[in-house]
C-alpha cells in the first residue's frame, strides 16, 4: 500500500472523469474520486473499484481546496498524478450572457490552478516527479457558437498545459492536455438529434467517442509517455486534427 502509486481524478463520478478513473484504477493506481455533487455515484464508483478513496470539494472555493489538500495528506499521503477533468459549461450567447454566469466559468479554471498549485508544492516537487493532465475539449480550438466563456476556459487551459511545462523543467514533472471531441456524456446526450448529425458529419469515424476511448489516453499518460510533455493530445475521432 505505501508504494502504490495515487491518482486523483477531479470531477471523477460521472462521464469522462469516471472512466478515467476506472482505467486509472486498473492501471494500479489508487484513485482518489473527487466529487463535488454527485456523492451517490461517486460511492457507486468506489464500490466498482474498491482500492480508492472519496474527497469532496466544490473548486471554485479557496478554502475548501486547501481542506482538500489536508484530507489528501491524512488520506494518501501523496499524488503522483493528477488528472483536472473538473468542468462545467455556462452556455449563452455574447448578448445575453451576464457578467455572473463568466465569472462562474472562470472560477472553476481559477481553481485548476490553484488546486494544481498546492498539489505541487505539497506532493510532487518535493518527490521530483509527478504526472499531471489537463482535460481540455476541441471547442478549446475549434470554437462553438454560445460557450464563448468555456471556449476560452478550455483554450486556457491548453495554455496552461504549455506554460506549466515549462516551469517544471528539470523537475521530472510532465504536463499534457488531451482535448476530446463530443462524447457520449451527460452534457452531449441533451443535444437536439439535428445538432448531433451536424456534428457527426464532420467526425471522420462518424459516430461521437466514448469516455472509455478519452480514458484510455489518459491511463497511457499516467503510466508511459514518458517522452510527452507540454503536448496537447487531440482525441475526437476525426474532427479536429490540431
Not at 58 to 78: H, P, Y
Not at 82 to 92: F, H, M, P, T, Y
Not at 168 to 176: D, S
Not at 224 to 237: E, T
Request: charged share 20%.
Amino acid at each position: 500500500m505505501m508504494d502504490q502509486p495515487v491518482a486523483l481524478v477531479t470531477g471523477g463520478a460521472t462521464g469522462i472523469g469516471a472512466a478515467c478513473v476506472r482505467a486509472l484504477s486498473a492501471e494500479g493506481f489508487r484513485v482518489g474520486i473527487h466529487y463535488r455533487k454527485s456523492v451517490d455515484k461517486a460511492q457507486a464508483l468506489l464500490a466498482e473499484i474498491k482500492d480508492g478513496f472519496l474527497i469532496q470539494a466544490d473548486l471554485s472555493n479557496i478554502e475548501q481546496i486547501d481542506a482538500m489538500i489536508g484530507k489528501l495528506k491524512e488520506t494518501a499521503g501523496r499524488v503522483n498524478v493528477l488528472v483536472n477533468n473538473a468542468g462545467q459549461s455556462v452556455n449563452a450567447d455574447i448578448l445575453s450572457m451576464k457578467v455572473e454566469q463568466f465569472d462562474e466559468q472562470r472560477a472553476l479554471t481559477r481553481g485548476v490552478w490553484y488546486l494544481t498549485k498546492r498539489i505541487l508544492r505539497q506532493f510532487m516537487v518535493r518527490s521530483s516527479a509527478g504526472r499531471i493532465i489537463n482535460i481540455s475539449s476541441v471547442v478549446g480550438h475549434t470554437g462553438n457558437a454560445g460557450q464563448i466563456p468555456y471556449t476560452m476556459e478550455k483554450a486556457a487551459l491548453d495554455a496552461f498545459t504549455r506554460s506549466l511545462a515549462q516551469e517544471m523543467a528539470g523537475r521530472n514533472i510532465l504536463v499534457n492536455s488531451v482535448a476530446p471531441g463530443f462524447v457520449e456524456t451527460d452534457m452531449t446526450e441533451v443535444l437536439p438529434a439535428d445538432v448531433k448529425e451536424k456534428i457527426m458529419a464532420g467526425i471522420t469515424l462518424g459516430r461521437i467517442g466514448k469516455p472509455e476511448e478519452i480514458a484510455e489516453v489518459v491511463a497511457f499518460l499516467a503510466k508511459k509517455g514518458s517522452y510527452i510533455n507540454g503536448s496537447v493530445i487531440h482525441v475526437n475521432g476525426g474532427l479536429y486534427g490540431g
